[in-house]
């Protein structure tokens, strides 16, 4: 049970590119979030939204911009990435966002983004 | 700082029994995760504790320390297909879900 869909599932781009990864959740979650997974190292929050708000940003460079259009959808735009950034970006969902209550997350399958 | 510890690779044999540890310091703590994650894939939740003890589910159980900062994920009776990568998560006394860096176990035969 993840019903939360990720594309592409890899994904290759020049330096110069602009490109979207997509992601979308048939669990009627409130939550959504964008990770960023390096081998060898702890998942990193990139993005977190709330009802479509934007309620978290760790100081992630510019060149991601997040667009979250509704409940279901949350897009990663990338431009003008560096080598640095190639990783696996998993997107996950919850009922909520964490607060008093413990909120396990559902993950999707990840992109494999490689940056040349 | 905050930190999650949790030893790199393990291997283990078919059938057996095998603990993977974690161990953290963090601001405050309002539960600890283990998720799976086979290669390629999803991770996906297992367990969540919050109080001290034990926790089983099925072939996999998950204990819980708080006065020690420890925790343990134990799986019995290995199959093939429990080859994966398992990562524990502390959530701190900010609701901030602070990520170990993963156990990847190879299960042989």
């Known amino acids: 049970e993840t019903g939360v869909t990720q594309t592409p599932r890899h994904l290759v781009m020049g330096m110069t590119n602009k490109k979207s990864l997509k992601c979308e959740q048939h669990?009627?979650?409130?939550?959504m979030y964008w990770y960023k997974q390096s081998a060898k190292k702890p998942l990193e929050l990139m993005f977190v939204?709330?009802?479509?708000?934007?309620?978290e940003n760790n100081s992630v460079p510019s060149r991601f911009s997040p667009e979250c259009p509704n409940s279901s959808h949350l897009f990663l735009h990338l431009h003008t990435l560096q080598p640095e950034d190639s990783a696996l970006y998993l997107c996950?969902?919850?009922?909520?966002?964490?607060?008093?209550?413990?909120?396990?997350?559902?993950f999707g399958s990840g992109t494999q983004l490689s940056v040349l | 700082g905050q930190n999650i510890d949790q030893p790199t690779e393990m291997t283990a044999t078919e059938g057996a029994i095998v603990q993977i540890n974690c161990t953290y310091q963090?601001?405050?703590?309002?539960?600890l995760f283990w998720y799976q994650q086979h290669a390629g894939e999803a991770p996906t939740f297992l367990s969540y504790?919050?109080l001290d003890g034990l926790e089983e589910k099925g072939r996999f159980s998950s204990f819980l320390s708080r006065s020690k900062g420890y925790s343990y994920l134990l799986l019995k009776e290995l199959q093939m297909k429990d080859s994966a990568s398992y990562l524990c998560?502390?959530?701190?006394?900010?609701?901030?879900?602070?990520w170990g860096a993963g156990t990847k176990l190879i299960i042989k035969p």
């Open positions: 996950a969902s919850s009922q909520d966002r964490w607060g008093t209550t413990m909120e396990k997350l559902f």
């Open positions: 669990l009627g979650h409130n939550a």
């Open positions: 963090t601001s405050g703590f309002n539960g």
């Open positions: 504790n919050v």
């Open positions: 998560a502390v959530l701190d006394s900010n609701y901030q879900l602070i």
């Open positions: 939204y709330s009802l479509e708000e934007r309620v």
